[in-house]
């Protein structure tokens, strides 16, 4: 049993474990279970990423700004914008200077983080989206650097480092203080509660939907999902795949949604509408700012069929390389039928 767990959690981490059996087990501390191995140490490097406000973790390496402008252009600009004013409602990571004290604060990697090692770890770590740890050290370092400068603090010319990281002073280093609640809060909160002149009736007077305090899905824009009637409807007219393929296309998609929509009413969103996108021409969708490669792609004649769909569902990146889809692929055959269907019936103009 202990050797199954091992090599799960190594095949987790991406390392391959030998001779496991081999391993002499970590010894019991007074109570414990005597389970369990002491870890490997590249077991503990691939744990082991983040980095400190002093450098500390930092591996070597560099970037440039113009380096990182084209990779954040690929990687990060189809949630973030080209120079990070954000789409939609991703996050805004540039600009918001002087907004922390007013009513509607803007909290950017220019306006709020106190470190840099936050966004640099981050990057390492999360990004991009739905590709997470596939940058290597030298394009994180140069995205970082590009953020940098989109929030004005350096100029285009700057190469980032681990010999200069710690060098980089954020703009709202000096806005963050130690945490005071023990001493200031928490007396306020033990006192004895009032029990005295109540109100003598509580109303609700607004619900968080009507304040729209939540992002918006595709339903609030009232475009991206059709109600099942609606692609019962459309099987029918179109005398073509039944309604529980497409039913199961309209669940597939709900995964596509967070980026695309679809249907009346849709709009670009972190991904281009998929309306009439069957049989169409790669990288045509008006109004939408698309990767080189996938205009290349459509200049070079690259058409939206059943084959070329299925296989870009299966695989983006490998169907497609440096395109700035970040969706790993769908599981199976019969998804990425489904999805096809749906979005034939759905988006069709």
């Not at 990182?68 to 540039?94: I, K, M, N, Q, T």
């Not at 200049?299 to 070329?308: I, P, R, S």
Request: charged share 20%.
């Amino acid at each position: 049993m202990n050797k199954v767990a091992l090599s799960a959690s190594a095949l987790l981490m991406g390392i391959a474990v030998t001779a496991i059996a081999q391993e002499t087990p970590a010894p019991s501390l007074d109570g414990g279970y005597g389970l369990g191995r002491t870890a490997l140490p590249e077991e503990i490097a691939a744990w082991d990423i983040d980095v400190r406000p002093d450098g500390l973790g930092l591996p070597v390496g560099s970037g440039d700004v113009w380096t990182g402008e084209e990779l954040f252009v690929d990687y990060c600009s189809a949630c973030h914008g080209d120079f990070g004013e954000a789409v939609g409602r991703w996050p805004v990571l540039a600009g918001g200077f002087g907004t922390l004290e007013g009513e509607d604060p803007v909290k950017t990697i220019g306006s709020y983080w106190p470190y840099l090692s936050t966004v640099w770890d981050y990057v390492h770590r999360a990004m991009p989206y739905g590709s997470a740890q596939s940058l290597d050290d030298d394009q994180v370092y140069a995205i970082v650097a590009y953020l940098l400068y989109l929030n004005e603090v350096v100029e285009d010319d700057f190469t980032l480092s681990n010999e200069n990281f710690t060098d980089v002073v954020m703009p709202n280093q000096d806005g963050f203080f130690p945490d005071d609640r023990a001493e200031v809060e928490f007396p306020l909160f033990i006192q004895d509660p009032c029990m005295t002149d109540c109100a003598e009736s509580v109303e609700i007077t607004m619900r968080a939907a009507v304040l729209d305090v939540t992002p918006d899905t595709a339903e609030d824009d009232g475009a991206a999902e059709q109600p099942t009637a609606v692609v019962e409807e459309a099987a029918a007219e179109a005398s073509g795949p039944d309604p529980e393929l497409l039913a199961a296309g309209q669940d597939v998609f709900r995964r596509c949604s967070t980026c695309h929509q679809i249907g009346e009413g849709a709009v670009n969103r972190a991904g281009p509408v998929l309306n009439g996108i069957y049989m169409a021409t790669a990288g045509t969708r008006e109004g939408f700012r698309y990767s080189s490669v996938m205009s290349d792609a459509g200049a070079g004649g690259l058409v939206w069929n059943d084959e070329n769909l299925s296989a870009y569902l299966a695989d983006p990146r490998g169907f497609l390389s440096g395109n700035r889809m970040a969706f790993q692929g769908l599981r199976s055959d019969e998804e990425i039928a489904a999805v096809i269907a749906y979005i034939r019936a759905t988006g069709a103009e």
